[in-house]
C-alpha cells in the first residue's frame, strides 16, 4: 500500500514539474539552467561603466555622447546573434530630436530691496539651489519677479494664472504640474494638454515674460523653447525667499489653490538676476537601437515580447551627468537578457524585441516614434515589460493593468522557482495616466499589454537627475536576478501556445 502512495505522489509531484515546465518549450533543463547563468556580475558592471564613462557624455539624445553608446550596445546585440528589427535600416530607428548643450553652470540671485536706494543681492549656487534645463536659451536678464502658480492659462476650466497679474518684462515663478489633484476620469482628461512643462513656457511668453524660476529641483535636457527666454529650476528655499516679506507662505498658497482650483498669483517685490549660455541644435537627429530574437514557430513568430529601456540621459549640463541608475541600469538589464536569451541556444516560438529608446528623457519620444511606425498590427505585441531605474534594494516590484495580471503570475511563477526575491505585483484597473513618466507608458497608452518591472528595498533615497547617479548606488547582484527572473519569464511567454489577455 505505501509503495502504491509513494508511486501516486511521484506521479503528482512529476505532472506538477511538468505543468511548470512545459511553457519552456522543447528547452531541456541544461538549456534553461545556461540560459539562467548566462550573464555574470562582471557582466553588468562593465556594460555599467562603459554607458556611465566621460566618453559617453551622459548619453544626451542627439548628442556624440548617445551615438556612442547606441553605437556599443548595437555591437554588443550583433556580436550575441541578434538580427536587426528594421533589416533595411541596421539596429537603429532614426528620428528628429533637437537638442540644447548647456555651456556654464549659470547665474541665479535674488535682490531684495531694503529702501529706495538700497538694494541686498544674494547669489545661489548651482546645484544646491538650482539647476539648468536644456529648455532655456542663453543671455542673461535681471527683471522683476511675479509669483504665477502653476503658470496655467485654461480659461475653458474657468482657471488662468495669468488673468491678474501684469509679467511683461518680468520673470515668473511657476509650480509643477497642474493644481487639480483628484482623480475623476473626465477632470483628469481636461486638465491632460496643460500637464507638461512646455506648456508652462508657452503661457509665460505669450503673456511677455523673459524667463521662467521653475520650483522643481531637478535637472532635465528638454530642448530649448525660446532662444531668448531663459529657464532654471530651483529648491522651494529660493521660491520662499522671493515670498519672505509678502505675507505668502509657499505651503498655504500651494495648498490654497489645490483645495479651490483659483490662482492666486502676485509680484514678489524683488528682482532676480538670470543668465546661462546654452547651445541650441534644432535640426538634431538621434535614434532608438533595435533588436531582435527571432520566433521559431511559423505562426507564432509574428507575436513580439518587448523588452524595453531608456539608453538616454542628461548629457553634460555641463558637468557630467553619468545616469547609472537613470538608466544605464535597465539599459544594462534589457543587454543582459539579450544575451542570456541569444547565447544559450534557448529555443522562443515567439519573437523577442530588445529595444533601447532614445529621447526619453525629454518627452518619452523615442517610444513614441517606435508605436506610432511598428511594421506590423499593434495587437501582435503580447508583452512590453519596461526598465527604468531598476538597480538597488532587495526584492522586486512588478505593476500593470488588471486585464494584462496573468503577465505578473508568469513573473510570479519563476521568481519562486529559480531566485525566491521578494516580490510585490499590483493590477490596477486600465486608466488613462495624467502624466506619462516612463517609456512602458506610452505603450499602456495604446492599450498594449505593458509591465512596469522594478526593484525595492533600498535604505536610501535614490539620487535622481544629480552627477552623483553613479555606481555608489547600484547594487549589481540584485540586477542579475532581475536578468535571471525575465529572461526565463520570456522563455515561458515565448513558449506558450496562446496569451489569452483581457482588453481594458
Known amino acids: 500500500m505505501r509503495s502504491v502512495l509513494f508511486f501516486f505522489l511521484f506521479v503528482l509531484i512529476s505532472l506538477q514539474i511538468i505543468g511548470h515546465e512545459h511553457h519552456y ?3 531541456d533543463r541544461d538549456v534553461l539552467i545556461k540560459a539562467l547563468h548566462a550573464v555574470s556580475e562582471d557582466d553588468i558592471s562593465d556594460w555599467m561603466h562603459t554607458m556611465i564613462s566621460p566618453e559617453m557624455r551622459g548619453r544626451l539624445a542627439g548628442d556624440i555622447g548617445y551615438d556612442k553608446a547606441a553605437d556599443w550596445a548595437a555591437d554588443k546585440l550583433e556580436q550575441w546573434g541578434l538580427e536587426p528589427f528594421f533589416p533595411e ?13 548647456i555651456k556654464d553652470k549659470g547665474t541665479l540671485a535674488i535682490h531684495i530691496p531694503v529702501n529706495e536706494d538700497e538694494t541686498v543681492t544674494k547669489t545661489y549656487s548651482y546645484g544646491d539651489d538650482y539647476w539648468p534645463w536644456g529648455i532655456s536659451g542663453s543671455g542673461e536678464v535681471t527683471a522683476e519677479v511675479v509669483y504665477a502658480g502653476h503658470g496655467i492659462s485654461a480659461p475653458e476650466l474657468g482657471y488662468d494664472d495669468y488673468a491678474d497679474i501684469d509679467v511683461e518684462g518680468k520673470i515668473v515663478i511657476t509650480e509643477l504640474g497642474i493644481p487639480y489633484d483628484g482623480d475623476d476620469p473626465d477632470s483628469l482628461a481636461m486638465w491632460q494638454p496643460y500637464v507638461d512643462h512646455s506648456n508652462k ?5 505669450e503673456n511677455g515674460a523673459v524667463g521662467l524660476i521653475f520650483a522643481y529641483h531637478v535637472a532635465s535636457p528638454r530642448p530649448t523653447a525660446d532662444p531668448d527666454f531663459l529657464f532654471l529650476a530651483a529648491t522651494d528655499e529660493v521660491v520662499e525667499d522671493f515670498l519672505a516679506g509678502t505675507g505668502k507662505d509657499l505651503a498655504e498658497v500651494r495648498e490654497g489653490i489645490r483645495s479651490t482650483l483659483t490662482p492666486n498669483s502676485f509680484a514678489t ?6 543668465a546661462l549660455t546654452s547651445e541650441y541644435y534644432p535640426d538634431g537627429r538621434t535614434h532608438n537601437v533595435v533588436a531582435m530574437i527571432e520566433g521559431s514557430d511559423p505562426e507564432l513568430k509574428d507575436e513580439f515580447l518587448i523588452v524595453g529601456a531608456h539608453l538616454d540621459h542628461l548629457g553634460m549640463m555641463p558637468v557630467l551627468f553619468p545616469g547609472a541608475l537613470d538608466n544605464a541600469s535597465g539599459s544594462a538589464l534589457a543587454l543582459g537578457i539579450a544575451k542570456a536569451l541569444a547565447t544559450s541556444e534557448v529555443e522562443l516560438k515567439r519573437t523577442v524585441v530588445i529595444l533601447l529608446f532614445g529621447a526619453e528623457e525629454v518627452g518619452l519620444v523615442g517610444a513614441r516614434e517606435f508605436v506610432e511606425r511598428f511594421p506590423h498590427p499593434k495587437e501582435q505585441i503580447k508583452m512590453m515589460v519596461n526598465l527604468d531605474m531598476v538597480g538597488r534594494g532587495n526584492s522586486f516590484f512588478a505593476w500593470t493593468a488588471e486585464p494584462w495580471e496573468q503577465l505578473l503570475e508568469v513573473m510570479e511563477r519563476n521568481n519562486e522557482r529559480w531566485v525566491h526575491r521578494d516580490f510585490m505585483t499590483r493590477a490596477n484597473p486600465w486608466q488613462m495616466p495624467l502624466r506619462p513618466r516612463t517609456d512602458g507608458m506610452v505603450f499602456y497608452m495604446e492599450k498594449i499589454p505593458a509591465v512596469t518591472f522594478g526593484t525595492r528595498g533600498a535604505e536610501t533615497r535614490a539620487l535622481y537627475h544629480v552627477p552623483e547617479d553613479d555606481m555608489r548606488q547600484i547594487d549589481i547582484e540584485i540586477m542579475r536576478d532581475v536578468i535571471k527572473v525575465l529572461t526565463m519569464s520570456l522563455i515561458d511567454l515565448g513558449n506558450m501556445d496562446a496569451i489569452e489577455l483581457g482588453t481594458p
Open 89 to 101: 535600416k541596421g539596429y537603429f530607428q532614426e528620428f528628429d530630436q533637437p537638442y540644447t548643450l
Open 201 to 205: 513656457v508657452e503661457f509665460a511668453l
Open 25 to 27: 518549450g522543447r528547452n
Open 269 to 274: 517685490g524683488k528682482k532676480a538676476t538670470m
